[in-house]
């Protein structure tokens, strides 16, 4: 059965680094999504994506966030100059066009010291 | 904007028995959608199961089963027969109908409610 990949699992990265947390989507899947947990705490969505825009973004996403889809199968969320509060596990999902369940990856947990 | 609640920080129940999870949630819209998602210690997220809110039939997957109710905008979930293996984390979401092609839809989730299965 077809999944949502995403690589690495564990990033651990300086204050003030640049992180890239990578995704490979299901392969008919049209819509793209991040979502962050901090630990302990509800998940909570960051940005959608689709035909190579945004389509909806949250307060969390600020500048220091980018998203691409650099080629047809990666999606990608990069982070420019991480705080420590940006230490959590950061889920991908995706959708394909006639459907309406988001289908998860099993996340790439942050951790920033 | 769209708010879920879960009222139960966390939940215990014996195998084989049968536990019954809360969430409310408040909204305008008149069509949406209602999920549950399982996070085991793993931390994956895992769809349980899922509810169209214009469909009156309540979903059932196996063992899973939901009780929906529209007006009072209640969407419990129902696990019978308990395995240890349910052991996790159950988060409730929602999410409003892709009106368009290009709606990229978010889902709103609950804080969870965590659920031990003892033998």
């Known amino acids: 059965e077809p999944e949502v990949t995403q690589t690495p699992s564990h990033q651990v990265t300086q204050m003030g680094q640049e992180v890239i947390l990578r995704c490979v989507p299901i392969?008919?899947?049209?819509?793209f999504y991040w979502y962050r947990q901090i630990l302990g705490q509800k998940v909570e969505f960051l940005v959608s994506?689709?035909?190579?825009?945004?389509?909806?973004k949250s307060e969390i996403f600020d500048d220091q966030f980018s998203v691409e889809r650099p080629d047809g199968s990666n999606f990608t969320l990069k982070i420019r100059s991480t705080k420590l509060e940006d230490s959590a596990m950061y889920f991908c999902?995706?959708?394909?066009?006639?459907?309406?369940?988001?289908?998860f990856g099993p996340g790439t947990r942050l951790t920033v010291l | 904007a769209q708010t879920v609640t879960q009222s139960q920080p966390e939940m215990s129940v014996q195998e084989a028995e049968t536990v019954t999870l809360s969430c409310t949630y408040d909204?305008?819209?008149?069509?949406?959608?209602l999920f549950w998602y399982k996070q085991p210690p793993s931390r994956q997220m895992i769809l349980v199961i899922r509810q169209e809110a214009y469909k009156q039939q309540n979903a059932t997957e196996n063992r899973f089963s939901v009780n929906f109710q529209k007006a009072a905008k209640s969407f419990s979930l129902k696990i019978s027969d308990s395995q240890l293996g349910d052991t996790a984390m159950y988060f409730c979401a929602f999410m409003k109908p892709t009106e368009n092609t290009g709606t990229a839809s978010k889902l709103t989730f609950g804080t969870g409610t965590r659920l031990q299965v003892t033998l």
């Open positions: 999902a995706s959708r394909d066009d006639r459907g309406d369940t988001q289908y």
């Open positions: 909204t305008s819209e008149s069509n949406y959608y």
């Open positions: 994506f689709y035909n190579n825009e945004i389509s909806e």
């Open positions: 392969s008919n899947h049209l819509y």
